[in-house]
């Protein structure tokens, strides 16, 4: 392969204004579409030689037959023409987005002469006002049938509106009254205008004027006796706090904001986007998306927030849009967001307080949503059977790895060495055949492979010839007492966390235990390589792989499998030191431990604040500070 691309361009032929790059293959399909502040300063990183590039840019720049470039005349034009492109031609190599299901929405159909209140989920009604999204269907109905009990606005068809209006015999919803549109001749259409403006204002977040207003007219009206209307405005205010009580205020009555919540891997990221009005959140909005070349977390956001407000109109964009990193051109962000909604909008990292309480709760719902989207694909039967195919043609085996054990090692500095074995057997998890390992004396991560995998594979001999003395065809009884399941049967696949050093290892493993018929592969996080042993290269799984999401399955099991057992080793390790402390019993190390939170805070604890704990005194304070002061307990996180 060459080091320098045929179609590059010389340095002095790209100028240094801001605009729009876009590199297209040789029929003309544009693949990917960014944006620079300087041309010729970004253009230049994709021009570098070729080795010192990301797996996945190299992929492009090298799929690419020419690039061509837009000079335009600030860094907004540039942000805005460069999501015009997008959407027009969706570039392979640009980042994809899937929506994980199509919401439901309230809409209020503003166009109508009567507008009425409806669930959707069809975005494109001209002239209507939505809300949401909402996660469920009944949840949007449920509402509607709470609200236009205060606001009686029409919920009737458009035909049963003016078959209504022609004969001058309400709807039947009118006749029930469940409908309060001119049909039922109770109100004019400027009538019913009116109280739509005030619903859209209630669902807008101006909830608390409305409800302080009904309180006085309800008061009003038992000052006066009037009980009936007292009573009629009693029930109002219950509609309105069964709406209320779904959404919480979790932030100032105030507050209009958006919260982006991210979380990404390598190949994939979901967002969770929380729409706050009035200080409640009144919808939330997942995506997962795809990225094909390897992107920083504000190049991500970026591109996130271009998504969420390129079609949206000037009322869906809030005073304050809350990400978890700053984009490169946060300024040319809220000057484009500005433009489009009117009015000041600011793009903020929440850092403290309700907002970044919020928003850590935005990121747990994407960090789920993104390990869901990932084990959908290795839950579906053709998707595992997809994945297994793929994986055997990817590493040359003879047959489909059904059973894959996986192997990870955990430390914490050099120190307390665990490992794990996960096993999927036809795609999925066999929890019952998974295996911790204590590794007592080692040198370095692949030394500690090396010895767990000897003790894994010593294992298979044994059980077979377990197996090959076990006659089921002799006469007498058969004694099938084991102390230790057996494993059902040996592994097509071993897969180890790492790459070229622990699959060495793991290969000097297999020759040393003599079971060089097993398959080996390993896969670095870095950049998802997949290595096998003695190969320079590594294997490149397509993103969308099915066979890749099934080895990052894997490994992020197998990863958090050595975490747990490193965990509990190390509260052992901890309860063992503090159990050598005289009038220190059980209750009161666990009481110690939930007190402070963890070992390291409890290690940093004064006698005094130990004091603090009920039950422990001055002495049993100095006593539990020196001893594990002069104490050998790990502290810190497993690797």
Not at 33 to 52: C, D, E, I, M, Q
Not at 235 to 250: C, G, H, I, T, Y
Not at 595 to 601: A, D, E, L, Q
Request: glycine share 6%; hydrophobic share 35%; proline share 5%.
């Amino acid at each position: 392969m060459a080091s320098v691309l045929p179609y590059k361009p010389k340095p002095g032929e790209i100028p240094t204004d801001p605009g729009v790059y876009r590199f297209l293959d040789a029929d003309g399909r544009i693949l990917y579409v960014g944006k620079a502040k300087n041309l010729r300063a970004r253009l230049s990183n994709y021009f570098a030689p070729l080795h010192t590039l990301h797996e996945r840019t190299r992929r492009m720049v090298t799929t690419a037959a020419k690039v061509e470039w837009t000079v335009v005349a600030t860094d907004i034009d540039s942000l805005q023409l460069e999501y015009t492109w997008i959407q027009e031609y969706s570039p392979p190599f640009n980042v994809r987005y899937k929506d994980d299901k199509s919401y439901p929405y309230m809409a209020v159909t503003l166009g109508d002469e009567a507008p009425r209140v409806i669930v959707t989920r069809n975005r494109r009604i001209r002239g209507a006002k939505y809300f949401g999204p909402y996660p469920k269907v009944w949840a949007v109905h449920d509402t509607i049938d709470q609200l236009i009990k205060v606001f009686p606005i029409r919920t009737c068809s458009d035909s049963s509106y003016k078959k209504a209006m022609a004969t001058g015999r309400p709807c039947f919803p009118g006749q029930i009254g469940r409908c309060g549109g001119p049909c039922s001749m109770k109100v004019t259409i400027e009538e019913h205008r009116a109280i739509v403006d005030d619903f859209i204002a209630f669902m807008s977040g101006s909830d608390k004027r409305y409800t302080k207003r009904m309180e006085a007219r309800m008061r009003e009206a038992a000052a006066a006796m009037d009980y009936e209307t007292a009573a009629s405005y009693r029930d109002k205010l219950q509609a309105l706090d069964a709406v209320l009580n779904r959404s919480a205020l979790v932030l100032s009555e105030d507050t209009d904001a958006d919260l982006f919540g991210v979380a990404e891997d390598e190949l994939s990221a979901a967002v969770q986007h929380f729409i706050v009005r009035g200080g409640r959140v009144r919808g939330v909005r997942a995506t997962t998306i795809d990225k094909e070349l390897d992107i920083s977390g504000p190049e991500l956001v970026d591109q996130i927030l271009q998504r969420a407000y390129g079609a949206a109109g000037a009322e869906d964009i809030p005073r304050q849009v809350l990400v978890p990193t700053l984009p490169d051109d946060t300024a040319e962000l809220e000057e484009w967001l500005q433009s489009r909604r009117g009015k000041k909008v600011t793009v903020q990292i929440a850092q403290r307080g309700q907002k970044a309480d919020l928003m850590r709760t935005a990121t747990l719902n994407a960090q789920q949503a993104l390990m869901l989207h990932k084990t959908r694909r290795t839950s579906d039967y053709t998707s595992r059977t997809k994945a297994l195919t793929d994986l055997q043609e990817a590493l040359g085996m003879s047959e489909a790895p059904l059973r894959i054990e996986c192997f990870d090692v955990s430390h914490l500095g050099g120190t307390g060495v665990v490992a794990s074995m996960v096993v999927f057997e036809d795609g999925l998890p066999r929890k019952d055949q998974y295996r911790s390992f204590s590794v007592s004396e080692t040198t370095d991560d692949t030394d500690s492979m090396y010895q767990v995998l000897m003790r894994r594979l010593a294992h298979i001999d044994r059980d077979e010839a377990e197996q090959d003395a076990v006659d089921p065809t002799a006469e007498g009884e058969v004694d099938s007492t084991r102390k230790r399941p057996r494993f059902a049967y040996r592994p097509q696949l071993l897969l180890v966390d790492g790459g070229q050093p622990q699959v060495a290892a793991a290969a000097r493993a297999l020759r040393d235990s003599g079971h060089e018929e097993i398959a080996l592969c390993g896969i670095a996080k870095r950049l998802e390589e997949v290595w096998l042993p003695d190969d320079d290269f590594p294997v490149i799984l397509p993103r969308s792989s099915e066979a890749l999401y099934l080895l990052q399955r894997l490994r992020d099991e197998a990863h958090r499998f050595a975490i747990t057992h490193q965990r509990k080793k190390r509260g052992r390790d901890i309860t063992t030191v503090l159990a050598e402390v005289p009038g220190l019993g059980e209750s009161r190390i666990k009481a110690l431990l939930r007190h402070f939170g963890s070992v390291s805070k409890l290690k940093q604890a004064s006698p005094e604040e130990i004091q603090e704990l009920p039950g422990i005194g001055p002495r049993l304070a100095s006593s539990i500070h020196s001893h594990l002061a002069t104490g050998s307990v790990a502290g810190g996180s497993g690797g």
